[in-house]
């Protein structure tokens, strides 16, 4: 029977408990016997005497928590005091929040509403039971040709080491395939009988023979004393008009049956049906049990992060040595370019001309926006290498649900698209400049300074507004991603707006509840918990909060809330690299065409000249190309294959923000910047001089 975490010991226990499913009420029979052993707490002060000293029933002795309840919540010590979970339809009306989601339906609809909150993996291994036959799924009648073509299954009898025992005892008959089994993932009486077979692969027995004064919750009418075939006492149990003894002896001297023995519940009470099973794996603070196929599988599914927080797996905000080292390198570098940028076009003096004075604001805008990309990605290195380092796989909930991962956020967003946006306009700019070749008079430059003013205004501002929109609370149904909570047993990970709809039909039963917003998700879900020691604690996950690197959420699925909105953005994304392509394109073309009719009217010692400053130009204007190509055609196209479901690009986050898009941060100071790029040039020449100087001989 279930027990909660919290217990109190007493000589007189009651213990069996059943349950009625139909009537939906618990009718509880209790045995005495002189046995030291827990019961609930919820017997305390019942108004039945469970204990021999009767010590259950003094009002002097047992602390009381504050509740809303309507009864009085007894504990150990007033430090054990908390907010407790309703139970929607059972007796006891609540339970406390440790015992939430144990394994053990101590509530009448916990296990239902606990397996609509908690990831579960596949189990193939399924056992089909018709009274003693047990079959293995594998094993059915309608797979006849998949068994012929595989591996052939075998019946027999499961004899456990009591066996032969005198008297008409159930003997299950198993069918299963002929071979050792992997029993990591089977569970209940399938693994008791395959491990006690010898049919699993290092998974030793865990029955234990029985003596004649075992499993005291057993002493009634039907019990009976018997022999086995060693001459040894034991008992056997009438059940359905024959006797077993296919019991389980815990180390508390309880009994269970099998079908609760390595079933990833406490079934016992003190965990000794479950530690020796191999199929099974313990949080290490919540001492819960998972399967093992849920280690390592990148969904939390203990409370405390251990089943993905460990020595086989883990997680952080940068993956990879080369990533981490990808990102100092890369954000370094766009930092000190583009301040060094900065530094030298606002310093030199501004050109008078109107060409030049529409350049010299859109190159100072770009270096901004990739300044702005340079600061993000120091700050990620930074905070992956030495701030959070290893503790993120633990505290990744808490880094998303952060303000600081949403002004990250909002920084690399607003950065890239100022540089994008001032490039595309700067491109525009130069085809009109190129076409329309006029000298403007000193009005027309006052008009131009206007004109660009607020042509700096709009960038900077659609930029920002593009960053903070998803921010804000009004639209929170479209754009939060899910919510994280602190210390509550029913959610142990990110849980998105699905799980949280599936938890509430399971605990309010077939209510509309298909289109609530997350205000509605939140009054129903705290109704379902007590407020006495505050309201449930819970935090958004926001746009920015899908990856540790809290970058844009560039990957959408076609039912995604955001599809719209990022599909807009990445729509515009490509509508400027094709309008920045067509524009330096248009350049190139004309520049090509006007060098073979400027060679014939130049004097012969200005040719070289001439042609030396055109190749340049062609080649600025090829890398500006390629440098956008590379950067976001591959990239929005792995954007469109995500959403179709083509791919699953989830895991490309941190590639994507640490090397595909912060990349052009580097390479635009040495296009736009006439000085990089000089010394880029001469870097280049001294390490050319440098590889092909002759090496000394010895």
């Known amino acids: 029977m279930p027990f909660i975490s919290h217990q109190t010991t007493c000589l007189t226990l009651v213990f069996l408990l059943l349950i009625d499913f139909i009537d939906i009420k618990l009718n509880i029979f209790r045995y005495k016997h002189e046995t030291k052993l827990p019961i609930p707490l919820y017997w305390l002060n019942d108004g039945i005497a469970d204990c021999m000293s009767m010590e259950d029933e003094l009002n002097d002795i047992w602390p009381t928590c504050r509740s809303s309840t309507g009864s009085n919540r007894r504990v150990f010590d007033n430090t054990t005091c908390d907010n407790v979970y309703y139970c929607s339809h059972a007796s006891p009306n609540y339970i406390e929040l440790d015992q939430l989601c144990d394994g053990l339906d101590d509530c009448g609809e916990e296990i239902s509403v606990c397996a609509a909150s908690h990831h579960k993996s596949v189990n193939f291994f399924n056992t089909i039971s018709n009274g003693d036959y047990h079959s293995l799924a594998y094993c ?14 075998v019946e027999e009898q499961f004899i456990n080491p009591d066996h032969p025992i005198v008297g008409k005892i159930i003997i299950p008959i198993l069918k299963t395939p002929n071979k050792t089994f992997d029993c990591d993932f089977v569970y209940g009486e399938l693994y008791v009988f395959l491990s006690c077979t010898g049919r699993c692969i290092n998974a030793p027995c865990i029955r234990r023979p029985l003596k004649e004064y ?6 009634h009418h039907s019990r009976a004393i018997t022999l086995t075939r060693n001459g040894r006492l034991t008992f056997v149990v009438k059940v ?18 099998f079908d609760k023995v390595c079933n990833l519940a406490d079934d016992c009470g003190d965990q000794s049906d479950e530690l020796n099973c191999t199929n099974s794996f313990q949080c290490a603070l919540s001492k819960i049990f998972i399967s093992r196929n849920n280690i390592c599988d990148g969904q939390v599914d203990c409370p405390d992060h251990s089943d993905e927080c460990n020595s086989e797996c883990s997680k952080e905000i940068i993956p990879g040595i080369y990533l981490k080292i990808s990102a100092w390198i890369i954000g370094l570098a766009a930092f000190l370019m583009n301040v060094l940028s900065l530094k030298r076009v606002i310093a030199n003096q501004w050109p008078r001309s109107a060409t030049g004075l529409v350049i010299r604001t859109f190159k100072v805008l770009i270096h901004i926006g990739d300044l702005m990309v340079g600061i993000y990605l120091v700050i990620i290195a930074f905070l992956d290498s030495i701030f959070i380092g290893e503790s993120y796989c633990t505290k990744q909930f808490d880094w998303l649900t952060s303000h600081y991962c949403s002004a990250l956020g909002i920084i690399s967003t607003t950065g890239s698209s100022i540089s994008l946006f001032s490039m595309t306009f700067l491109s525009i700019f130069r085809v009109r400049s190129t076409a329309i070749n006029i000298r403007h008079s000193p009005e027309d430059i006052r008009e131009v300074k206007i004109k660009t003013g607020i042509l700096f205004t709009m960038i900077v501002s659609l930029s920002i507004a593009i960053s903070v929109f998803p921010l804000v609370n009004y639209f929170e149904d479209f754009f939060v991603n899910g919510m994280a909570y602190s210390n509550l047993p029913l959610f142990t990970a990110a849980v998105n707006k699905k799980k949280h709809l599936n938890v509430l039909r399971a605990y309010y039963g077939k209510i509309r509840i298909h289109s609530l917003h997350w205000r509605g998700i939140t009054k129903l879900l705290s109704l379902m918990f007590s407020d006495d020691y505050g309201q449930v604690k819970q935090r958004k996950i926001d746009f920015y909060g899908n990856e540790g690197v809290c970058l844009f959420k560039y990957f959408v699925k076609s039912n995604d809330p955001q599809k719209y909105f990022v599909w807009v953005i990445l729509t515009l994304n490509l509508v400027c690299f094709v309008v920045i392509s067509a524009c330096y394109s248009i350049i190139y073309i004309g520049v090509k065409k006007s060098r073979s009719l400027v060679r014939g009217m130049m004097a012969p010692s200005n040719i070289s000249k001439r042609d030396h400053s055109i190749e340049k130009l062609q080649q600025n204007l090829t890398k500006i190309i390629a440098t956008d ?6 990239f929005l196209f792995i954007c469109a294959l995500h959403s179709f479901d083509v791919v699953d690009a989830t895991f490309l986050y941190a590639l994507s923000s640490i090397i595909i898009l912060p990349v ?3 390479i635009n100071p040495i296009i736009y910047d006439d000085l990089i790029s000089k010394r880029t040039i001469v870097f280049k020449k001294f390490m050319r001089q440098r590889w092909q100087q002759p090496k000394p001989t010895i």
């Open 214 to 219: 075992s499993c005291p919750n057993h002493n």
């Open 140 to 153: 059915l009648p309608g797979l006849d040709s998949i068994v012929k073509l595989a591996i052939p299954c």
């Open 240 to 257: 359905k008009g024959k006797y077993t003894n296919n019991f389980f002896q815990c180390d508390n001297k309880m009994c269970i049956s």
């Open 664 to 666: 052009n941060s580097v």
């Open 629 to 634: 190509f590379i950067c976001w055609i591959p």
